[in-house]
């Protein structure tokens, strides 16, 4: 053991290593063989049936069911109710099939090529999906809920998501301590060694809003076990490793060898011995017939985290209507007063937030609101709703740009604190904000299983910067944008992104919108048709939303629409940086009261509006360039000419409300203007979308950086001369005039 310490060396041999510590009861012994057998009996099953499928299965390895299975034991026997598990896909059938105890036949059924699947989603192998199942434990006879966890190819991906739904269902429960729900990751041993992220999961192990009061980790050993089919079934091991697999296949399995051993101290007879393997035999065999009636693949039967009560009995949303997203302007004010006040005596706060707080309530009485008081009053009015709201990520508590302060610091005495949002009402959800450790992958992983839990929550994850997420990716291809289409799995995670060219470098720049947009599932060339349930049926068609709201009332609609949909999908926002406090950059409570509604898009409302034919360019765009625009084109005194819409809600693209806005500028030309450089950014998502509602008559030309291999430039000189040649190009009405697009 490489541990320095001699007391917790002797801890662990104490604990470990205690002689007579595995003596069994006959009855123990009895048990154990009937689960080896059924955990070895069932890979020979499927390798009799379907010798050329991949399984992944649990050869070399098949203590591991009885172990499981003795675990989960012993933790019903100490009290726990609810077990939250990991794994890759090395025995996962196995598991599924003995320690969850899903139906055998739904297992064997997808083995056929003929079974069709269902149309809710695109699916996965067999291998990668989940499970989740409320029974009785035989051995202590009280009730237990298992779920296993999907999880795609990508090792050891799963473990912060497992923790994070674990502390959620914790959390819920009232369950601080951890004696009710507990969670269990099985490792393979190269994975465990190699994964970062395994790390970065238990770097989150004593964090207070992350804890999970511990995890059961069993590493399979294949230095003590072994995998005798090699990395699957259809693999030649000894191509590599010839002489290892020499000795590997003269190995006597483990079943042979226990039963050996009990029918020669007289534990068992052979007959019982046989009758055991003859009964479960007979089981599959039964199960394999009845999966031959099986026509269609339902991946809802397969669903890990279900959500009683929130969809239909069918698995559909109970409406496809979204109510109007504003509130009170009394409720405006009372989270205003809050949020610039502190709610405990003698409490001393720092004068520099005092100024904060001032001008808060400054806004409030004008009603007005900034970005941090518009999301104050999103989180405060959800919360009100008995909507839990949960807000993870670097510094998130202060704000990386020192503007939200959710958490005020006595000056006088360390370490006292104060949460104004949680003194909002008496009878309101809880408010969690919590500075995570210095992850991405880790924290995001954690806050997807947190948000997997219950529907009935806000769960947001807020990156430092917008390109930060880039080392969470993992967890944003295989869990966020596809975790719907592969296992009907609704998540309403929020990512917020911190983004915006302000020639603060490369890095603290981009946030990377045009990652997002490609993996939008909508399809640019399909003109849709407008249905009054248009609005949400196209975000219940889609995987994810991707907006960038130029308002701070529109960044509050988006996240309250986020609650109040009768789905859950990802979202992410692209937040600001310089608007947090740009004097123009303000709200007025008239944009956030009862019947106001989350803007799609914001169409030009000035002097080009008014007269819409005699307009010679519009110009769409979205989010903190529309401010640049504006500013250019007053200066150039164009206001008549040139009309500016903000595009808000990037994906699914507002196809009717874009229409509306083409139709009403019939001669005027068209224009996409971003700060991002070309190959980023939004116009290659945009562009095809655009030339599909005109019917390919009319250019969307572009207006932007040029294309560049970093996301920005570090000089800031550069950054100045190309933002005033994309302004001037902007406004340069010949710019386009004898160009074919």
Known sequence: MFINDVEQCQWIRQKFETPGVMKFTNEDKRTLLARLVRSMRFEDFLARKWSSEKRFG??????????????????????????????????????????????????????????????????????????????????????????????????????????????????????????????????????????????????????????????????????????????????????????????????????????????????????????????????????????????????????????????????????????????????LTHIGNIASSVPVEDFKIHSGLSRILKARSEMTKNRLVDWALAEYMAFGSVLKEGIHVRLSGQDVERGTFSHRHHVLHDQEVDKRTCVPMNHLWE??????????????????????????????????????????????????????????????????????????MEGMGPEHSSAR??????????DSDAYPEFTEQFEVSQLYECNWIVVNCSTPANYFHVLRRQILLPFRKPLIVLTPKSLLRHPEAKSSFDEMVSGTTFQRVIPENGLAAEAPREVKRVIFCTGKVYYDLVKERKNQDLE???????????????????????????????????????????????????????????????????????????NKNMHLVSLRRFLDTAFNLEAFEGKTF
Not at 138 to 149: A, D, E, G, Q
Not at 453 to 462: D, G, I, K, M
Not at 513 to 522: A, G, H, I, V, Y
Not at 698 to 706: A, L, T
């Open 427 to 500: 009878q309101q959800a809880p408010y969690t904000v919590c500075n995570s450790s210095l992850s991405e992958y880790g924290v995001l992983g954690f806050e997807l299983g947190f948000a997997m839990a219950s529907p009935n929550a806000l769960v947001c994850w807020e990156a430092q910067f917008g390109d930060f997420h880039n080392t969470a990716q993992c967890i944003i291809d295989q869990f966020i944008s596809s975790g719907q289409a592969k296992w009907v799995r609704h998540n309403g995670i929020v990512l917020l992104l911190p983004h915006g």
């Open 640 to 714: 008549k000419q040139v009309a500016i819409t903000r595009l808000e809600q990037i994906s699914p693209f507002p196809f009717d409300l874009l229409k509306e806005e083409l139709d009403k500028y019939p001669t005027a030309d068209l224009v996409w203007c971003q700060e991002e450089h070309k190959n980023s950014g939004y116009y290659d998502y945009v562009k095809p979308r655009f030339r599909t509602i005109v019917n390919h008559t009319r250019p969307i030309w572009y207006v932007g950086r040029e294309p560049a291999a970093a996301a920005a430039t570090g």
């Open 513 to 522: 919108p045009e990652r997002f947009l490609q993996m939008s599932n909508d």
């Open 58 to 331: 649990l050869e070399g390895c098949e203590v591991m069911i009885p172990a499981l299975k003795t675990i989960i034991d012993k933790s019903s026997e100490m009290g726990i109710e609810y077990v939250i598990m990991g794994m890759p896909h090395r025995g996962r059938l196995n598991v599924l099939a003995n320690v969850i105890r899903k139906e055998l036949e739904q297992i064997f059924c997808q083995f056929d090529p003929k079974l069709e699947a269902a149309d809710e989603g695109s699916g996965d192998v067999k291998y990668h999906l989940g499970m989740y199942h409320e029974r009785i434990n035989r051995k202590t006879n009280k009730k237990i809920t298992l779920s296993l966890m999907a999880n795609p190819s990508h090792l050891e991906a799963v473990d912060p998501v497992v923790q994070g739904k674990t502390k959620a269902e914790q959390f819920y429960r009232g369950d601080t301590a951890g004696k009710k729900v507990m969670s269990i990751l099985l490792h393979g041993d190269a994975a465990f060694a190699g994964q970062g992220v395994v790390y970065e999961t238990f770097h989150l192990s004593d964090l207070p809003s992350y804890t999970t009061n511990g995890t059961i980790h069993v590493v399979v050993n294949n230095q003590v076990c072994y995998r005798r089919r090699g990395h699957n079934e259809m693999d030649e091991p000894m191509f590599t490793q010839p002489l290892m697999y020499k000795q590997i296949h003269k190995q006597v399995p483990v079943l042979k060898k226990y039963a050996d051993k009990l029918i020669a101290d007289g534990t068992v007879t052979l007959q019982e011995f046989e009758e055991e393997i003859a009964k479960y035999d007979r089981i599959c065999e039964e199960a394999y017939t009845r999966s031959k009636d099986k026509k269609i693949l339902h991946i809802k039967h397969w669903l890990d985290s279900p959500w009683p009560g929130f969809f239909n009995a069918d698995g559909e949303p109970k409406s496809m209507s979204c109510p109007p997203t504003g509130i009170s302007e009394e409720l």
